[in-house]
């Protein structure tokens, strides 16, 4: 395992495609004594490589670079480095997607207007084990998740992991029929599942549902 950092430094890692934004987080953080960035990835395998070569205290993480189908990458961004602090950095500002992230193993949900240090203080909640959500995004919903109510789950988290698999791929324009091929399900199990998915996230259409998909990032538009 790769270590960095003195004795109290908390290491991160910043994951970002766009590297003016990677460049301004570095500069916030820079001024901070205690915080060291030891490494930077601009696509999802990126982030997992370097996740695993640097097992930094912190990852911050935007959910929705390249090849990163939102907040359902995280186990396996969480599985190269387990002892790491996930921080999702993102402008997505819907209460559904962050209580998702959490629930996938994210210890905050920070949006990118936050102030400077706001940000620094959210690094700092999370490494120490605390949860930090941006407090606009902290409605109902995520108060709920946050409280461990037994009962909480999001719109998605009611899906199966099969009608997952068939909602995205209903998103990406694919028939019935072709559905059916690709999970060897014959059409009438599709479309049973097409009917199920809509009537749990309340969508009307096929439209709705493409909007769905895309809204939460399980596809890109």
């Known amino acids: 395992m790769m270590t960095n950092g003195d004795a109290g430094t908390i290491t991160i890692l910043i994951c970002d495609h766009r590297i003016l934004f990677r460049e301004g987080v570095k500069a916030v953080l820079s001024a901070e004594p205690d915080v060291e960035v030891v490494g930077e990835a601009g696509t999802a395998k990126e982030a997992g490589d370097k996740a695993l070569a640097f097992h930094p205290d912190v990852i911050l993480l935007d959910i929705e670079m390249p090849a990163l189908r939102g907040c359902d990458t995280l186990p396996a961004i969480r599985n190269a480095s387990p002892d790491s602090k996930i921080l999702i950095l993102t402008d997505l500002y819907d209460d559904d997607v962050a209580a998702r992230c959490l629930h996938q193993g994210a210890m905050g949900y920070v949006l990118k207007d936050t102030p400077p240090e706001q940000l620094v203080y959210a690094i700092k909640a999370v490494h120490r084990g605390d949860r930090y959500i941006s407090p606009k995004v902290l409605t109902s919903v995520v108060r709920d998740y946050i409280s461990h109510s037994p009962d909480f789950r999001s719109s998605y988290e009611l899906l199966s992991e099969r ?53 939460k990032r399980l596809v890109q538009p």
């Open 163 to 215: 009608e997952r698999e068939v909602l995205v791929l209903l998103a990406e324009g694919n028939s019935l029929k072709e559905i059916a091929t690709r999970l060897n399900l014959s059409a009438k199990t599709v479309d049973a599942h097409k009917y199920k998915i809509m009537r749990k996230l309340d969508l009307h259409d096929r439209a709705e549902l493409i909007r769905y998909a895309i809204r």
